[in-house]
């Protein structure tokens, strides 16, 4: 019998524009259009980002809410998952959705390079985000961008300070941060299993790795990670039509690692998460 993969789908980011690929959703409204899409075609959890009409980033929680209403409305116990990233705001305003309850959010257990900037997550602001989540029951997505963000996500949880068990997201492929290697995704995979064995995980590839990290996070039984905020095209000559599109790849793929796209229910049971609505 095969076994379920949770596809999530990265709709929006904060990075990619409509000059990059007019299908990145931007309005609330296109986020919701294009998440159901990607529902339809397989995935059981989305990573949200908001943005103002104009393109730009935010972290307005009003923009959140409403996102939180359409998708809970349009796309029936689908797990949401808001980016607390730090593109999208700075410092403890990072947390200020947190109390809409979404069912997880994002959390960075460190700080590193990103393209043209650090990517700044000090001590005191990833326990003000870790708190919060901790006091409106939101679980955490640890995006681990090294190997050292694991190993803190693991004392944090030890600590108490984040409810387990953990679920790990490793993302590859971020200009300056760690690269697509497989060596070390295969590390970061036997090091989660030794030190959180109850932990779940997920791989993400940026740009033209999205593909990569999703064959080997089915081969290596982990989740996977698709969608425009990471990459914006279907292969080296085609802009990806829509976020479905991506899903639909990483849906297709399963099969040949006997895996399926896991259903809401069955996302919802890997992740001890409660049905909703
Ligand atoms: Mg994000």
């Known amino acids: 019998m095969s076994t379920p993969a949770i596809i999530t789908v990265a709709i929006t980011g904060s990075v ?22 990607a529902f339809e075609a397989g995935a059981s959890l989305a990573h949200c980002h908001v943005r103002n009409d104009d393109g730009s980033t935010t972290s307005d929680p009003e923009k959140f809410g409403q996102l939180l209403d359409g998708l809970r409305k349009h796309c029936p116990g689908m797990i949401v998952q808001f980016s607390t990233g730090g593109r999208s705001g700075v410092g403890s305003e990072r947390a200020g959705m947190i109390p809409l309850k979404p069912d997880m959010a994002s959390l960075s257990t460190g700080s590193c390079n990103f393209p043209t900037r650090v990517y700044e997550n000090s001590p005191e602001l990833i326990d003000h985000l870790a708190g919060a989540m901790l006091e409106h029951d939101v679980k955490p997505e640890i ?43 295969d590390f970061y995979v036997d090091t989660t299993k030794r030190l959180a064995p109850d932990a779940t995980w997920t791989g993400a590839g940026i740009g033209r790795f999205q593909i990569d990290l999703v064959h080997w996070s089915l081969e290596r039984g982990g989740h996977v990670r698709t969608g425009l905020e990471d990459n914006v095209r279907l292969d080296k000559d085609s802009l990806a039509p829509s976020n479905a599109a991506l899903v639909k790849l990483a849906a297709d793929l399963c099969p040949q690692y006997n895996r399926h796209p896991a259903s809401v229910a069955e996302a919802r049971e890997l992740l001890k998460l409660q049905m909703v609505g």
């Open 16 to 37: 990619p524009k409509k000059e990059n690929n007019p299908a990145v959703p931007i309005t609330v409204a296109e986020q919701v259009e294009s998440t159901h899409e």
């Open 143 to 185: 995006e681990a961008f090294d190997l050292s963000m694991i190993f803190s996500a693991v004392q944090m949880e030890k600590a108490g300070r984040i409810k387990g068990p953990l679920h790990i997201q490793f993302v590859m492929g971020v200009k300056n941060a760690m690269p697509v290697d497989r060596q070390v995704f």
